[in-house]
């Protein structure tokens, strides 16, 4: 080992400890194999690029000839629904014309799955679950889910989560940026980690023995329950492999960031019935998405800032429209209620270039954390009224550090969304699994490089 280029690196999880805490540093240049001594700036050498991946749904899509511009190509003309996202217009691929297992109401829960549907009995692992376990424990949480509601809806009409597990059931998102928060940095002392160690090892002893009495129960039922039995293992190892990574962090101090002023009660609360709080409440869950990946508390999320549900009213203060969105989406060819929604559509992108110009605006090595972030816009709710599955829009930003190569507005007729996510696998280093997106990706989209 060369001494001088090795033995005084910092490493990437170095802690400054005083005062009885200990705090976590940022990625500094000091810590990358180009560094050349501790005063001398390195950049991010290849195989240190966090890889990160995010995965957003927009219920109830947009209006789709609004959007659509007129031309393709990097110099595309940018339609007043996209005019918010020109700042960041070369950190983009605008694509339309995709197309999606199912579409519409309760299709949610396909967008990430390929499959998964309230009408059919398919539950396949999400494509954010599978990059979580392709990270393993690199980071302290692999994935975060969230949303604008706490709560699955699996087993009703109206899905409302995009992640599936390994063990196939739906992950309930975290919707209150204020406990997000206490959960990525929230202090620790040495006397929650003692309890903490305590806790995680009784309930490693726990799975032990549960696992011993299900094995010995399977020796002695027929078929159908020893499926379930199968099933329920599978179960025990996906919550075991979550106490090996919880375990693997005890003792490693969490980032310490400035806590944001969430005001009086939650921010989710204070959404009124026309809208406002709308926007803070939505900013300020990206700012938690943003902090997350800054700290490399975790490099997959997946996230749903708007339903189809409650939060259809919003920026009804802004417009003065007496419809909700899902009104405007059957708007019978009315001028009025199309121009509505176009309003609509500008509003809620300007929540996405917010989050953009987050991510761009912190410097990570020699580019930004929007260079080394793969992050989508997306729905399944396409066509003239939203509720087709085809005709499908989509933004992919960032992850030009990762190789991706935008293209301005890309027309990719009836291509279904799997091979997009087939193609941010590919840019993330994760091998495909057999059947990915249950056999519907054929391929990535060699456009983007």
């Given at each position: 080992?060369n001494i ?7 490493g990437?999880r170095?802690f400054l400890?005083?005062m009885?805490?200990?705090?976590a540093?940022?990625?500094l240049?000091a810590m990358s194999?180009?560094?050349?001594n501790?005063?001398?700036a ?7 690029i966090?890889?990160?991946a995010?995965f ?5 899509g947009?209006?789709i ?17 996209l005019r ?13 014309g995709?197309?999606a297992y199912?579409?519409?109401h309760?299709?949610c829960s ?6 998964n549907t309230?009408r059919?009995a ?10 979580a376990?392709f990270?393993?424990?690199a980071t302290r949480?692999p ?9 699955t809806?699996?087993?009703g009409?109206f ?8 063990n196939?059931t739906?992950?309930?998102p975290?919707n209150?940026p204020e406990?997000?928060?206490?959960k990525?940095?929230g202090?620790?002392t040495?006397d929650t980690?003692a309890?903490?160690k305590l806790?995680l090892?009784a309930?490693?002893?726990l ?9 010995a129960?399977q020796?002695?039922?027929g ?6 039995l199968d099933q329920?293992?599978?179960?025990i ?6 106490i090996?990574?919880e375990?693997?962090w005890?003792g490693?101090?969490?980032?310490k960031?400035d ?5 009086d009660?939650?921010p989710?609360?204070r959404i ?5 709080g709308?926007?803070?409440y939505t900013r300020?869950?990206f ?8 700290t490399d508390?975790?490099?997959v999320v997946?996230?749903?800032p ?10 009804r203060?802004?417009t003065?429209s007496r419809w909700d ?5 059957h708007h019978n060819?009315q001028?009025d209620?199309i121009?509505f929604?176009?309003?609509?559509d500008?509003l809620?992108m300007a929540?996405?270039?917010?989050f953009?110009g987050?991510?761009?605006g912190?410097?990570?090595g020699?580019?930004s ?6 992050a989508?816009?997306a729905t ?10 085809n ?10 550090s ?5 293209q ?10 799997a ?8 840019k993330?280093?994760?091998?495909l699994p ?5 056999g519907l990706?054929?391929?990535?989209l060699t456009?983007?490089?």
């Amino acid at each position: 080992m060369n001494i001088q280029t090795h033995h005084w690196r910092l490493g990437r999880r170095t802690f400054l400890k005083g005062m009885g805490a200990s705090v976590a540093l940022p990625w500094l240049e000091a810590m990358s194999a180009n560094a050349q001594n501790i005063t001398t700036a390195g950049s991010m050498a290849a195989g240190e690029i966090p890889r990160r991946a995010m995965f957003t749904y927009w219920g109830l899509g947009l209006e789709i000839r609004g959007f659509t511009p007129p031309d393709t190509g990097r110099n595309y003309t940018m339609t007043p629904s996209l005019r918010p996202l020109e700042p960041y217009k070369d950190d983009c691929t605008v694509l339309t014309g995709l197309a999606a297992y199912s579409g519409g109401h309760g299709s949610c829960s396909c967008l990430l799955t390929g499959m998964n549907t309230v009408r059919n009995a398919q539950t396949l692992t999400s494509v954010d679950q599978q990059l979580a376990a392709f990270h393993g424990s690199a980071t302290r949480f692999p994935s975060l889910v969230l949303g604008t509601v706490r709560e699955t809806g699996f087993g009703g009409p109206f899905p409302m989560t995009l992640s599936w597990s390994r063990n196939k059931t739906p992950i309930t998102p975290e919707n209150r940026p204020e406990v997000l928060f206490e959960k990525l940095f929230g202090a620790e002392t040495n006397d929650t980690m003692a309890k903490a160690k305590l806790a995680l090892a009784a309930r490693g002893s726990l799975l032990d023995s549960i696992r011993e009495q299900a094995a010995a129960l399977q020796r002695r039922v027929g078929k159908d329950d020893r499926e379930r039995l199968d099933q329920y293992f599978t179960s025990i190892r996906d919550l075991e492999d979550r106490i090996k990574v919880e375990g693997e962090w005890i003792g490693h101090p969490k980032p310490k960031v400035d806590k944001p002023d969430f005001g009086d009660g939650s921010p989710r609360d204070r959404i009124a019935g026309d809208g406002r709080g709308y926007s803070e409440y939505t900013r300020l869950m990206f700012d938690m998405i943003a902090l997350a990946f800054q700290t490399d508390s975790t490099r997959v999320v997946s996230h749903i800032p708007r339903t189809e549900g409650d939060e259809a009213h919003c920026f009804r203060y802004l417009t003065n429209s007496r419809w909700d969105l899902h009104t405007l989406t059957h708007h019978n060819e009315q001028e009025d209620k199309i121009a509505f929604w176009r309003e609509l559509d500008a509003l809620y992108m300007a929540e996405w270039a917010y989050f953009l110009g987050k991510l761009k605006g912190v410097r990570e090595g020699a580019g930004s954390l929007l260079d080394n972030t793969i992050a989508a816009w997306a729905t399944t709710n396409g066509g003239l009224g939203a509720h087709d599955s085809n005709l499908l829009p989509l933004i992919l930003s960032g992850g030009s550090s990762l190789g991706l190569k935008h293209q301005g507005h890309l027309v990719q007729k009836d291509v279904p969304l799997a091979n997009v996510w087939q193609t941010v696998a590919a840019k993330v280093g994760m091998p495909l699994p057999e059947n990915f997106q249950g056999g519907l990706a054929k391929g990535i989209l060699t456009e983007l490089g």
